[in-house]
C-alpha cells in the first residue's frame, strides 16, 4: 500500500467512494459524494461541473457473511483536467471485539481495489472522526490525544461503553470515529470511468440473518443532483437468498429477474411498503434514469416477514450467521421434524418431493421454488447443511 502526502487548495473537489459499514450492529454508507479540502478536512459541496452520468452497482449476497460489492460509474468533465482526491469512510465495528487500527485499515475490509480510466490506483488510510450525517466533515484525528476501547481509562475510572468510540482525556469527551481510505486521481475532459470492488462483512443480528445498508443520497452532490442512468443488480450466485426492500426508493420503475431463479411480491413491514424476493443463483435488477435518491436502501433478510409461518417458514439460509435453532421449538410438537429438518437444504434447492407429506409441507411456503431440472445432490452441501442433516438422523 502506497502512503503519500496529499496538499491542496480550498478549491480542489474531493470525491468520496464508498461504504460505511457496522458488523454484528450497524450499517455501511456507500456512494459518491464531492468534497474540498480545507485544512486536514474532507468538506462536502455540491458539484457544480461534474456529472455522474451512468452508475452500475452490483451487490453480491453470499454464504461466507461478506457482501461483495462492484461499482461501475461514469462521469462527464465538460472542463480542463482536474485533480481530485478520491476517498470513503468506513465506520469502525460496533459490538465486536476486534483491535483498534490506528493505521486505519478496516478489519472487515478486504480486497479493495479502484480503477479509474483504465489505470489502478494506490490509496492511503487515516483514523477520522465519523458523522453520521450526509453533509459532513471527516477530521483526521491526533491519536496522541484521542484513545481507543481498550487502551484507556474515563476519568471517572470507567470503560469506554463500546469500542465504536475514541476518548480524550483532555477534552473529557467521546466520539464516533472511521477507518478513512483515500487516493489521487486526475480528472480528464470529457468522459471518465471509475470502477471499484470491494467485499465487506454484513451486519447481522436478532431476527436477521444479513442487513445491507447503502447510502445512495451522496450521489446528489454531482451536477444536476441526480445519477442521469442507474442500474442496481443484487446478485445471489450459487446459492438462494431471501430479502426485502422498501418500495419508496424505488417507485420510478419495477424490479425484474434476470438471470436464475426467483420471484416477488408486495408486503407491508411496519406499515411500509416493501418487496419480498426470494431469489436463487440469479440476479433481481432495477434501472430508472434522472434518478434523485433521497432516501438511502438496506437490503434486509426476510425472516422478520414470516411471523406467521416461523414453522421453518422462515427462509434456510446457508449462510455461517444462520441460526435455525430460533424456530426448533415449534418443530418438537411434529412428527415429521427430523425428517423436515434433514430434508431442508433440498427443498432449499428446488427439489420437488416424491413423498407426498414432504412436498405439501414445503410448498405452504412462498420461497419454496420447485425446479424440475434439479436432480439430488450432496456436491454443494455446505458444513452448516451437513451439521445440520447429521444432528437430525
Known amino acids: 500500500m502506497q502512503r503519500m502526502n496529499v496538499s491542496m487548495k480550498h478549491t480542489a473537489f474531493l470525491f468520496a467512494l464508498i461504504l460505511l459499514f457496522l ?13 474540498y479540502v480545507n485544512g486536514n478536512h474532507l468538506v462536502p459541496i455540491h458539484e457544480t461541473d461534474i456529472a455522474l452520468t451512468k452508475e452500475v452497482l452490483t451487490i453480491g449476497l453470499c454464504d461466507d457473511g461478506y457482501a461483495r460489492v462492484d461499482v461501475q460509474y461514469e462521469l462527464d ?3 480542463t483536467a ?4 478520491m476517498g470513503f469512510e468506513a465506520n469502525a465495528p460496533y459490538n465486536d471485539d476486534v483491535p483498534f487500527s490506528p493505521q486505519g485499515i478496516h478489519p472487515y475490509i478486504a480486497d479493495f481495489t ?3 480510466n483504465g489505470e489502478k490506483l494506490a490509496y492511503m488510510n487515516a483514523v477520522v472522526k465519523s458523522d453520521f450525517q450526509v453533509d459532513c466533515e471527516f477530521q483526521p484525528l491526533d491519536l496522541k490525544t484521542w484513545k481507543a476501547y481498550g487502551d484507556v481509562k474515563m476519568k471517572d475510572g470507567e470503560d469506554l461503553p463500546h469500542n465504536a468510540l475514541l476518548y480524550s482525556e483532555q477534552a473529557d469527551s467521546l466520539i464516533d470515529f472511521s477507518y478513512a481510505y483515500y487516493f489521487v486521481a486526475h480528472f480528464k475532459p470529457g468522459r471518465n470511468t471509475v470502477h471499484h470492488t470491494y ?9 436477521r440473518t444479513f442487513e445491507v445498508p447503502y447510502w445512495l443520497k451522496p450521489a446528489m452532490r454531482w451536477r444536476g443532483g441526480q445519477i442521469n442512468d442507474f442500474t442496481l443488480r443484487i446478485k445471489a450466485t450459487n446459492t438462494a437468498k431471501h430479502f426485502f426492500l422498501p418500495d419508496s426508493l424505488f417507485s420510478a420503475s419495477s424490479f425484474t429477474i434476470t438471470e436464475g431463479t426467483g420471484k416477488m411480491k408486495k408486503v407491508n413491514y411496519y406499515d411500509e411498503s416493501c418487496t419480498e424476493f ?5 440476479i433481481v435488477e432495477w434501472h430508472a434514469t434522472n434518478f434523485k435518491p433521497l432516501d438511502n436502501m438496506t437490503i434486509q433478510s426476510a425472516e422478520r416477514l414470516n411471523y406467521d409461518h416461523f414453522i421453518l417458514g422462515t427462509f434456510y439460509d446457508r449462510s455461517d450467521n444462520y441460526m435455525p ?4 421449538l415449534e418443530l418438537e410438537k411434529m412428527a415429521d421434524r427430523e ?7 433440498y427443498a432449499h434447492r428446488g427439489y420437488i418431493f416424491k413423498d407426498k407429506k414432504l412436498r405439501k409441507y414445503f410448498s405452504q411456503f412462498w420461497w419454496y421454488m420447485p425446479d424440475a431440472d434439479y436432480q439430488p445432490s450432496t456436491e454443494d452441501f455446505t458444513a452448516r447443511e451437513w451439521k445440520l442433516i447429521n444432528e437430525h438422523q
Open 114 to 116: 479502484v480503477n479509474m
Open 23 to 35: 458488523c454484528s450492529c450497524g450499517s455501511i454508507r456507500a456512494n459518491d459524494g464531492v468534497f
Open 77 to 79: 468533465n465538460p472542463g
Open 82 to 85: 482536474k485533480t481530485v482526491v
Open 325 to 328: 435453532g430460533a424456530y426448533m
Open 199 to 207: 467485499r465487506y462483512r454484513m451486519s447481522y443480528g436478532v431476527g
Open 339 to 345: 425428517r423436515i429438518l434433514r430434508n431442508l437444504p
Open 278 to 282: 426470494t431469489l436463487r443463483n440469479g
